[in-house]
């Protein structure tokens, strides 16, 4: 009789765990649907840059 209790309980854990786990993977899926994808940066608009041998700085290339 104790198993039959004992596996009544980890039942309902069981059911409990598997129903948070569901609703917080929906909150999270509707939260990151919610947010705006962001634009790629085209290859053509990139800035090229060089290093200043002197300084050893990067800047945009001339």
Do not use: N
């Amino acid at each position: 009789m104790p198993q039959l209790v004992l596996l009544a309980a980890a039942g309902a854990a069981l059911y409990v765990a598997i129903r948070f786990i569901g609703r917080e993977m929906e909150r999270v899926s509707q939260e990151m649907s919610a947010k705006p994808v962001p634009i790629p940066v085209r290859r053509a608009d990139a800035v090229r840059l060089e290093r200043d041998p002197e300084t050893g700085v990067y800047r945009p290339r001339r």
